[in-house]
């Protein structure tokens, strides 16, 4: 072989070993690029999804805290109003204020009242066992209730995860010892998660 034939020879396996070693590195940085940005992408909407999450549970918060912190349902719960419930726990109350379940026992623990309302079908349907069970053998609710100290957050009982709220029942006006715990509910369903998928447009589904 020629001199100037293995030159030219020796110079395409060079460009070629080049080619290849370019195509590499622009492989792997594209690679770390769409990683990247799938990443990013993916922190971003569990960003929007806790972000909603918690601003639910900050307004049940606040809707709770009108309904605790009450004349009306403080003089329930020490016997001095018995219409209370017929004059507010009418199924247009959870239609309204978008709840499930709302439930109220006196500082000792011993329930009061439980309500469970079906917003799909738009009807009472049985209080839970175990949601029932729950609330009433969480001394931890009655503890920071005493301590007037509310409590939100998520809980899942019989694979049903809720949002909920719980608050001290006091007076409206001025520092009273509380009487009570009321809490409110709110199912994470196939209706709240079509909601929420179409507020934050992005599908949202649930995994046991």
């Not at 020879?9 to 370019?22: N, R």
């Not at 972000?51 to 020490?78: A, C, F, H, M, P």
């Not at 694979?159 to 509380?178: C, L």
Request: hydrophobic share 40%; net charge negative; charged share 20%.
């Amino acid at each position: 072989m020629k001199l100037k034939q293995k030159i030219l020879l020796l110079i395409s396996a060079s460009f070629l070993i080049f080619l290849i070693l370019v195509g590499m590195i622009v492989k792997f940085a594209l690679l770390n690029s769409y990683n990247r940005i799938e990443t990013s992408f993916i922190i971003n909407n569990l960003n929007l999804i806790h972000n909603d999450i918690k601003e639910s549970s900050e307004n049940l918060s606040r809707q709770l805290g009108d309904w605790s912190k009450w004349d009306d349902t403080y003089n329930y719960v020490i016997g001095e109003y018995p219409e209370y419930l017929e004059d507010n726990m009418m199924d247009g109350t959870f239609t309204n204020l978008k709840l499930n379940f709302i439930w109220m026992c006196d500082i000792s623990g011993n329930k009061l009242y439980s309500k469970f309302f079906d917003l799909t079908s738009n009807k009472e349907i049985p209080f839970s066992n175990s949601i029932n069970s729950y609330l009433e053998n969480n001394s931890f609710l009655i503890k920071e209730g005493i301590n007037m100290r509310s409590i939100n957050g998520i809980v899942k009982i019989d694979d049903m995860p809720f949002i909920f709220s719980s608050h001290a029942i006091t007076k409206s006006i001025g520092d009273s010892e509380p009487v009570g715990i009321m809490v409110m509910g709110i199912l994470i369903n196939k209706q709240w998660l079509t909601q929420h998928s179409e507020k934050l447009n992005l599908p949202l589904n649930i995994y046991n």
